[in-house]
C-alpha cells in the first residue's frame, strides 16, 4: 500500500500512521488557470497494489479545482495498474446539497460521487459527511463517514471538564452532542431548533433552551462552521443563561469571511475544530481515526 498526495503534515501523517511510502503530488497551474497534478518519483511505483489518494480541501477554499485535481489523479494512478483506490477526503465537498431543495436543482452529492466512481476510485473514506447513508448513496462506491465527534470527545476529556452542558445548534446535532457526552462520560446534552431560509440563507434560532446552563461548562457543537450564524445564534441563546464559559467545537472549519472574529465576538471563550480543513483553530486531529479506518478495511480486504 502505498500514499499519494499533496506534500502537508496531513497526506505526510496519514501515511506515517498507516506505515506506508509516500509520495508528492507536485502542483502546477497554467496562466489559464488550467492545473497539472503530477505524481513525483512514479518511476520508482512498481506494481502499486492499494493506493491511498489522501487529499484536504486547503485554503483559500477552492472546492471546484480541489475536485479536478482529484479526478485527473485518480485516472493518472489507474493507468499505473493499481489494485484499488481509496480516497481519503475528510472534509466531502457538495455534500450539503444532498437533496434537491428546489426545483431545476442538481442532486451535487451523488453527481459528484459518481465522478469519483468513473475515475476509477473504488473506496471514498470522508469524515463527519453532512449527509446521512453515504454508504448508499452511490451504488460501486463504497463510502464511509468517520465521525469526527470522536476525536472533539477525545480532546474535551483532555480538558477535564466537569458536568458540561453540550448543545447542538440545530435538531441533527443533537446526536452530536449526545456522542460527545457519551465519551465525556459526564455531562447532560440538548440541542435548539433552528430554520434557514433556503432563498436568503438567513438562520432563526428558537429562544428554548431545554437544560440549566447557569454556572457551567457549555460545548456547542456542530459539523460546519460556515458564516458562523448558526454558531452565533446559539451563543447568543446561551449567554442569556450565565454559564461559566463556552466552548465552540465543530468538525470542519470552512469559516468564511469573518467567522472567527464573529464567533469570537459574539462570546465565544474558545473556538475548536478539527483538521479536515486547516486554519487556523484547527487543533484537533481526525488522522488517527482515519488510519484506524483503512488498516481496519485492509485487514479484512486481505
Ligand atoms: C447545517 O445544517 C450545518 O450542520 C451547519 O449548522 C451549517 O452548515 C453552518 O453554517 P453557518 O456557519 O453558515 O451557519
Not at 5 to 21: I, M, V
Not at 63 to 72: A, D, M, Q, S, T
Not at 96 to 117: C, H, N, T, V, W
Not at 217 to 232: H, R
Request: a neutral charge.
Amino acid at each position: 500500500m502505498i500514499v499519494i498526495g499533496p506534500r502537508d503534515r496531513f497526506s505526510d501523517k496519514l501515511a506515517e500512521n498507516l506505515g506506508c511510502e509516500f509520495f508528492e503530488l507536485e502542483r502546477k497551474t497554467f496562466p489559464d488557470g488550467e492545473i497539472r497534478p503530477r505524481i513525483l518519483g512514479v518511476e520508482n511505483i512498481n506494481s502499486p497494489g492499494r493506493v491511498i489518494l489522501a487529499s484536504r480541501l486547503e485554503r483559500p477554499l477552492d472546492p471546484n479545482r480541489y475536485l479536478v485535481e482529484i479526478l485527473l489523479t485518480a485516472k493518472n494512478i489507474k493507468s499505473l495498474g493499481c489494485d484499488s483506490i481509496t480516497l481519503v477526503m475528510p472534509y466531502m465537498v457538495y455534500a450539503r446539497q444532498d437533496k434537491i431543495f428546489r426545483p431545476g436543482e442538481p442532486l451535487s452529492a451523488a453527481y459528484i460521487m459518481e465522478l469519483l466512481r468513473h475515475a476509477g476510485i473504488d473506496r471514498l473514506v470522508t469524515v463527519s459527511c453532512h449527509f446521512s447513508g453515504i454508504e448508499t448513496f452511490c451504488p460501486g462506491l463504497k463510502a464511509t463517514s468517520i465521525s469526527g465527534f470522536k476525536s472533539i470527545g477525545k480532546h474535551l476529556v483532555e480538558m477535564g471538564l466537569k458536568n458540561p452542558v453540550v448543545i447542538g445548534p440545530d435538531k441533527k446535532s443533537g446526536a452530536w452532542a449526545k456522542e460527545i457526552v457519551d465519551i465525556l462520560g459526564s455531562g447532560e446534552y440538548t440541542f435548539l431548533e433552528k430554520h434557514r431560509d433556503r432563498n436568503s440563507g438567513e438562520v432563526q434560532t428558537e429562544e428554548t433552551l431545554s437544560v440549566d446552563t447557569s454556572g457551567r461548562d457549555v460545548i456547542i457543537v456542530d459539523d460546519i462552521a460556515s458564516s458562523g450564524g448558526t454558531l452565533v445564534n446559539a451563543i447568543n441563546i446561551v449567554k442569556k443563561h450565565q454559564p461559566k464559559k463556552i466552548i465552540i467545537a465543530v468538525v470542519h472549519p470552512i469559516l468564511s469571511g469573518d467567522c472567527i472574529e464573529k464567533v469570537r465576538t459574539a462570546g465565544a471563550d474558545m473556538f475548536l475544530a478539527t483538521d479536515t480543513i486547516p486554519s487556523e483553530i484547527s487543533k484537533i486531529s481526525v488522522i488517527e481515526d482515519i488510519a484506524r479506518f483503512i488498516k481496519t478495511c485492509e485487514a479484512k480486504e486481505v
